[in-house]
């Protein structure tokens, strides 16, 4: 059951003010305004600590880091500016809306090292001077079995610093164009697709480019995996923004409307050889991103056993 592709340990960062980011809301067509500021904080945290819960439970390794700065809301979603890698390996990336470059914490660093072997960190954080982007893996959905990096372009990938990480971590990019129902370009590819180790969760009608929708297709299918198709309307509420895990056992986790919208017989080809673990977080949604972007996950091998 174990994988290069389910981490079994994770980063998450517990937002004591969340709320939809201004910064991020012009490319960001899932985010949503709510009402009252206090009583969405309050509705978040509590979402949190329950997906924390559910998630241990599951046999998941959960480090929580909280985060007490009014000037992150998007801090939930770390996956954004720190990626880990087998061989001892950590990336640290230039985001493209300010104030979610504040969101960078060295203190999560240095407490990986503490608990994980660590070979060398590699940060190409100092290209924000330069306007360059390229938001983890959030910008990236990574076979890290078939050493391929799916790259959705838009001003949060550019193309330059994509092929400086594939070269660094040795991954082959493939970038392609991807647009929702409205013709609005997709603001990361994790929202569009993800990964598990005997399957693809993807929407190939958002990829306008026929030839290159096969040849993604393709691919997907060359390293093993079945192909799921998504709707666009399934990736609206957040099917595709999924990670598996290894816990227990090997685990999808998603969140409760991204279950609700599967059909049975996407659901029977997941469960073949992940089990379904649904967290709800209707509040945490509100920001554009969902389960995967708030999971950071660690591949890298640990030191002695400690609890966190």
């Known amino acids: 059951m174990n994988s290069l592709q389910a981490p079994g340990a994770v980063v998450m960062i517990r937002p004591h003010h969340f709320c939809s980011n201004p910064e991020t809301k012009g490319d960001n067509a899932f985010q949503i305004s709510l009402g009252d500021p206090e009583t969405i904080k309050r509705q978040a945290l509590q979402e949190f600590d329950s997906a924390v819960e559910t998630l241990r439970e599951a046999g998941v390794r959960v480090h929580v880091f909280d985060d007490t700065s009014t000037k992150t809301p998007d801090s939930v979603f770390p996956n954004n500016w ?30 990986l090292k503490r608990l994980y072997r660590v070979q060398d960190v590699i940060d190409y954080s100092g290209l924000e001077q330069d306007d360059l982007a390229l938001e983890g893996t959030g910008a990236m959905v990574l076979d890290h079995m078939g050493r391929i990096a799916y790259t959705v372009k838009s001003n949060r990938a550019d193309p330059v610093l994509l092929e400086r990480f594939c070269t660094h971590f040795n991954y ?25 180790t005997d399957f693809a969760l993807i929407c190939l009608s958002m990829i306008p480019d026929r030839i290159r929708r096969h040849e993604i297709a393709n691919r997907l299918a ?38 609700d919208a ?9 469960e073949r050889s992940a089990q379904l673990l649904p967290l709800s977080i209707p509040t945490l949604e509100t920001a554009g991103g969902s389960v995967r972007c708030m999971l950071a996950g660690v591949h890298l ?8």
Do not use: C
């Open 172 to 196: 082959e990019p493939m970038a392609f164009e991807a647009r929702d129902a409205q013709g609005r370009d997709v603001y990361h590819s994790n929202v569009l697709m993800g990964l598990g």
């Open 82 to 111: 720190f990626s880990t890698h087998a061989g001892g390996h950590i990336a640290v990336y230039p985001m493209y809306a300010a104030n979610r470059r504040l969101e960078r914490r060295w203190d999560v660093i240095e407490e």
């Open 301 to 308: 091998s640990p030191r002695e056993r400690t609890t966190s």
């Open 222 to 259: 060359e390293t093993g995996r079945e192909v799921i198709d998504l709707t666009a309307d399934q990736i609206a509420n957040f099917a595709g923004n999924a990670f598996e895990l290894k816990g227990k056992t090997r685990l999808l986790a998603l969140s409760s409307r991204a279950v």
């Open 262 to 270: 599967l059909r049975p017989e996407q659901i029977n080809i997941i």
